[in-house]
T-cell receptor, first 114, second 116 residues
Framework: GNSVTQMEGPVTLSEEAFLTINCTYT??????LFWYVQYPGEGLQLLLK?????DKGSNKGFEATYRKETTSFHLEKGSVQVSDSAVYFC?????????????FGKGTKLSVKP | KAGVTQTPRYLIKTRGQQVTLSCSPI?????VSWYQQTPGQGLQFLFE???????NKGNFPGRFSGRQFSNSRSEMNVSTLELGDSALYLC???????????????FGPGTRLTVL
């Protein structure tokens, strides 16, 4: 079946450090891929998305490229800030570009120290 | 525009009881999806409603049910609560949901259910 695997946390970085959170997926067909962020006490927010191979999603300095050959969608940011501290979820959907029935990874907690 | 609202935010119940959670989608959104979030299992899809009909369902027992009203508001019900039902229940709304080319899901803050 379809599944998402992302690196276990927690991840602790100093401000301005480079961030990578690995995400790989298994899916039949051609999934759309997403990164969501969850701040403490809040629901999920869509951070970025990619709907086909080689697409690059980007938002707020975060980027991820849909790599079909390696079935990966790693999240990167060149310089993290304390305000980026949150839990990050990689997710996929196999319903075209829509997000009905999202399948999530376990989440990676990021803590950024000043 | 108001976001997705969920009530109540926190709930404590005992085993064997039943519970009803409510979700009000963003105005104009017709699709509502429910997810369960636990430390062990992570985020899991429960079901999706569109135009008062359940359109998609995850792999949960029949104790978990839901419905959607004509104004798109949705409720989910869990009967005969078990300790393992303790979780954060998240609701998400989108314009039309699964069958459209792209519809972002907007999540509410969740209802934290604790079963004692």
């Amino acid at each position: 079946g379809n599944s998402v695997t992302q690196m276990e946390g927690p991840v602790t970085l100093s401000e301005e450090a480079f961030l990578t959170i690995n995400c790989t997926y298994t899916a039949t067909g051609y999934p759309s891929l997403f990164w969501y962020v969850q701040y403490p006490g809040e629901g999920l927010q869509l951070l970025l998305k990619a709907t086909k191979a080689d697409d690059k999603g980007s938002n707020k300095g975060f980027e991820a490229t849909y790599r079909k050959e390696t079935t990966s969608f790693h999240l990167e940011k060149g310089s993290v800030q304390v305000s980026d501290s949150a839990v990050y979820f990689c997710a996929l959907s196999t319903y075209g570009g829509s997000q009905g029935n999202l399948i999530f990874g376990k989440g990676t907690k990021l803590s950024v120290k000043p | 525009k108001a976001g997705v609202t969920q009530t109540p935010r926190y709930l404590i119940k005992t085993r064997g009881q039943q519970v009803t959670l409510s979700c009000s989608p963003i105005s104009g959104h017709r699709s509502v999806s429910w997810y369960q979030q636990t430390p062990g299992q992570g985020l899991q899809f429960l079901f999706e409603y569109f135009s008062e009909t359940q359109r998609n369902k995850g792999n949960f027992p029949g104790r978990f049910s839901g419905r959607q009203f004509s104004n798109s508001r949705s409720e989910m019900n869990v009967s005969t609560l078990e300790l393992g039902d303790s979780a954060l229940y998240l609701c998400a709304s989108s314009l039309t949901g699964v069958d459209s080319s792209y519809n972002e899901q907007f999540f509410g803050p969740g209802t934290r259910l604790t079963v004692l």
